[in-house]
């Protein structure tokens, strides 16, 4: 694989981790960003995609999802975690189930300075909600994804994976 | 309009061994007419999400039948929900509202549009598989049998008596509830579902 390969995120890293770590549903607004993961997990026969009105219900199907003894990710936008805010209090953080949120970092960079306030907010906000998160840019981290699973398992509750390469490998 | 302790009343002997979800102020009632708690959830307290939660069990549990008493007052909240709903066609998803037209915790605030909106009307549109209407008890109680043998997700629109609270929260009277946690537990462990 070449650096330039290694650098992109690639999908099926993310659906790769899905399978590894046991997960049922993916519970999620598809974004223009992200429509050939949606189609790559929709490909998926070992996997239940449940698109949804809004962000905050994601957080309370996961709930009764996880009640029944599924293994739900819920798969939304920064811009959509901030809406969903006592969703994430009343269904994740006071549910006591594991819970991995994949998070796209809109307006994530590491070059130059963040314009995009979505992206200035997004950790103030997990930090405020006591969410630890893991940051995935590009292939090579994809064993995060794994580490966010064991957390969530570990302390029985949601934990983030920010996606800070939105812009790249999923969309094709 | 029905009061709601009579739905509950006349519901019951139509339960079967469904599971039962049961929220706002009406909701409360439920708890003086079930015969299997072990099945009843408290899936309340975040804005009206207690919907999108019913239907994660539904998901979840595709071979038992899943009951939701909801209220008017937390659908409007995340209205968007009746379509993911209809999307996922839950054949095991019974989705009954409690309509009081009004926020009767908070003192008895009518909701926005209280007497002028069809929610059956717009559950049927959205892709229930079907949708009632009911404001009279004896209706209600000839139908609901057949009702719970259809297949869903099914709406069940019922006109309740408000019950309006007005008295400060730390002074209200409140019943003894079982914990969310708990009703939780007694659920997974009657359908030996092992722990995560």
């Known amino acids: 694989m070449s650096d330039a390969q290694a650098a992109i995120l690639r999908p099926e890293t993310l659906v790769d981790e899905f399978k590894k770590n046991g997960v049922t549903h993916i519970i999620t607004i598809p974004d223009s960003e992200t429509n050939y993961l949606y189609e790559l997990m929709q490909e998926q026969d070992w996997l239940e995609v449940i698109p949804t009105a809004r962000e905050g219900e994601t957080f309370a199907i996961a709930l009764g999802l996880s009640i029944s003894g599924k293994v739900p990710v819920v798969l939304i936008q920064n811009t959509g975690m901030m809406e969903s805010g006592d969703s994430i209090r009343g269904m994740a953080l006071d549910s006591g189930f594991p819970l991995v949120m994949v998070i796209g970092y809109r307006g994530w960079t590491r070059h130059g300075a963040i314009t995009d306030s979505a992206a200035r907010y997004t950790e103030p906000f997990l930090n405020a909600f006591r969410i630890n998160y893991y940051l995935v840019e590009q292939n090579a981290d994809g064993d995060r994804i794994s580490m966010a699973f064991k957390e969530a398992r570990a302390t029985k509750r949601p934990v983030a994976v920010l996606v800070g390469d939105e812009y790249h490998g999923f969309n094709r | ?181 708990e009703t939780i537990r007694t659920l997974r462990q009657e359908l030996g579902i092992a722990d995560s």
């Open chain 2, 1 to 181: 309009m029905i009061n709601a302790a009579d739905v509950f009343r006349v519901f019951q002997t139509h339960r079967g061994k469904a599971i039962v979800i049961a929220t706002g102020t009406s909701g409360k009632h439920w708890m003086d007419f079930t015969t299997h708690q072990n099945r009843d959830l408290n899936l309340g307290g975040a804005m009206g999400q207690t919907t999108a939660a019913a239907l994660g069990l539904a998901l979840g549990l595709p071979d038992e039948q899943v009951v939701l008493f909801d209220s008017e007052g937390a659908l409007l909240m995340n209205l968007g929900i009746i379509t993911t709903i209809a999307g996922k066609q839950p054949k095991n998803f019974f989705h009954f509202l409690l309509d009081n037209e009004c926020y009767a915790t908070t003192g008895g605030q009518p909701v926005p549009n209280a007497q002028g909106i069809n929610y059956a009307g717009m559950a049927k549109e959205a892709g229930y598989a079907a949708a009632y209407s009911f404001d009279d008890l004896e209706t209600f109680g000839a139908q609901i049998g057949n009702i719970m043998n259809e297949k869903g997700p099914v709406f069940v629109a019922i006109k309740v008596v408000p019950e309006v609270e007005n008295e400060p929260i730390g002074r209200r009277q409140r019943r003894t509830v079982r914990t969310r946690p």
